[in-house]
Structures are given as C-alpha cells and as structure tokens.
C-alpha cells in the first residue's frame, strides 16, 4: 500500500499560479491523514518537476527553494525510490510495449511516466497522485 507522486502534483504544490495548486494541497492533506499509507517519489520525478518549476517559473528561486524543502528539507513528507536496473528493465519494457501500440501521439507515453508504472508495480504501489488520465489502465489515480 502506498502512493505514488507524479510531476503534476509536486509542480501543482510548489508553485501558487499553477492551476493544480489548490487540487494538490487537498491531495496532500488526505495523505496526510495515513489513507494511502506511505507516500513515495523516484528521482526521475524529481528531475522533471525541478525542470518544469525553473522553466515555468522562469528560474523563481523561492519556488525552487519550496520544492527542495518538500523532497530534502524541513517540510520533507516523501519517499524517494531508488533508481535500480530491474526498474530500468522494467521501465524500457512498458515504454516499448505501450508505445508500440499507441494509434496517436496522445496516447504515446513518456519515459518518465513509464517509470512511473515501473516504480509502482515494483513496489506494490497501486495509487498514484496525478492529473494525467494517461494513466488510467495502468494506476488508481488520486484526484
């Protein structure tokens, strides 16, 4: 038992402009509460989401400076999953098969959030913290 966080979520959390502000700091507090038990992340995440908040924020260092408080600091409330080979494994293995059948490039799937897949199905997450539906299929999402 566990949940899962995606990109969407820590970029909705840390930046105050983003549409998914509000819906994230509702999600973080009912996981607070324990519902879901342990709330986990991989540094695949985190690499994108500190990508998005210093494109999208056009380099705002507070925002940036929240965020790593969530992950490494003071307001730290998540798991980071370690990179491991069976996860690349799995990871290239979701990514090739999903893709190959995908009809249309909205339905293709990136990397990230075929590791994404990978990280739960490893780990017997089967909750993710999410606002793509892209997921739908593959992970019970918290909305």
Not at 3 to 19: A, I, M, N, R
Request: proline share 2%.
């Amino acid at each position: 038992m566990g949940v899962f966080l995606d990109t969407g979520f820590f970029v909705g959390l840390s930046h105050p402009k983003d549409e998914w502000h509000e819906r994230s700091k509702e999600n973080l507090l009912e996981m607070s509460t324990g519902k879901y038990g342990l709330i986990f992340t991989s540094p695949y995440v985190i690499a994108e989401t500190a990508t998005l908040i210093l494109v999208r924020t056009k380099n705002n260092q507070e925002i940036i400076k929240k965020l790593y408080q969530y992950l490494y600091g003071t307001k730290r409330f998540v798991r980071i999953l370690p990179w491991t080979a069976q996860i690349e494994k799995t990871t290239w293995k979701i990514f090739q098969e999903v893709n190959k059948k995908a009809k249309t490039s909205k339905s293709w799937l990136s990397f990230v959030d075929c590791s994404n897949i990978a990280f739960c199905r490893e780990n017997n997450i089967e909750t993710i913290a999410t606002f793509d539906n892209h997921f739908d299929g593959f992970l019970q999402r918290l909305k």
